[in-house]
Nanobody, 122 residues
Framework: VQLQASGGGLVQAGGSLRLSCAASGRTFSQYAVGWFRQAPGKERVFVAVRNWNADIAIYDESVKGRFTIDRDNAKTTVYLQMNSLKPEDTAVYYC????????????????WGQGTLVTVSS
């Protein structure tokens, strides 16, 4: 599976962005896809994940109620809708995939996209 993240940009605090993660590969529907982020000078951390058949989503507490992860298996794309953005959401956002089950642990993902930068100004 190859992943391509896009949709990042500069937005004011309180604004919204939608990130996309486009995947190649015929077996995309067998993969859980998650989003992670890495703020300047910090480690990469979990944001959200949706499992392979899209019926379960898990969010980090810091984004719960503001971010929504969805997937369209027909389009082999996963989306991260980000609302009520805060300056502390500023980071490079990465999408990642692993077979079947969801995980919040970076080390359990096998495939990674290149990252897209989100900057939230105050």
């Amino acid at each position: 599976v190859q992943l391509q993240a896009s949709g990042g940009g500069l937005v004011q605090a309180g604004g919204s962005l939608r990130l996309s993660c486009a995947a190649s590969g015929r077996t995309f529907s067998q993969y859980a896809v998650g989003w992670f982020r890495q703020a300047p000078g910090k480690e990469r951390v979990f944001v959200a994940v949706r499992n392979w058949n899209a019926d379960i989503a898990i969010y980090d507490e810091s984004v719960k109620g503001r971010f929504t992860i969805d997937r369209d298996n027909a389009k082999t794309t996963v989306y991260l809708q980000m609302n009520s953005l805060k300056p502390e959401d500023t980071a490079v956002y990465y999408c990642a995939a692993r077979r079947w089950a969801s995980s919040t642990f970076e080390r359990e993902y096998d495939f990674w996209g290149q990252g897209t930068l989100v900057t939230v100004s105050s």
